[in-house]
């Protein structure tokens, strides 16, 4: 399972938006990784910030 995968698993699992410090925690990635990882996800639309500073996944 790639970053990405991970990233919106715990999202989905989560059922809440998430700030990128709790998902590092929640998948156990580096926080840089995980930075990374959400501003490609960003980029493709495959997250949504309804709340500041917190994503979750596009489609649910």
């Given at each position: 399972?790639n970053?990405?995968?991970?990233?919106?698993?715990?999202?989905?699992?989560?059922?809440?938006?998430?700030?990128?410090?709790?998902?590092?925690?929640?998948?156990?990635?580096?926080?840089?990784v995980?930075?990374?990882?959400m501003?490609?996800?960003?980029?493709?639309?495959?997250?949504?910030?309804?709340?500041?500073?917190?994503?979750?996944?596009?489609?649910?």
């Open positions: 399972m970053e990405k995968q991970q990233i919106l698993e715990a999202m989905k699992k989560a059922g809440e938006p998430l700030n990128a410090g709790k998902i590092a925690e929640l998948t156990g990635l580096d926080r840089k995980v930075d990374k990882t501003t490609a996800m960003k980029k493709d639309a495959s997250i949504v910030s309804l709340v500041r500073c917190k994503w979750e996944p596009a489609e649910k």
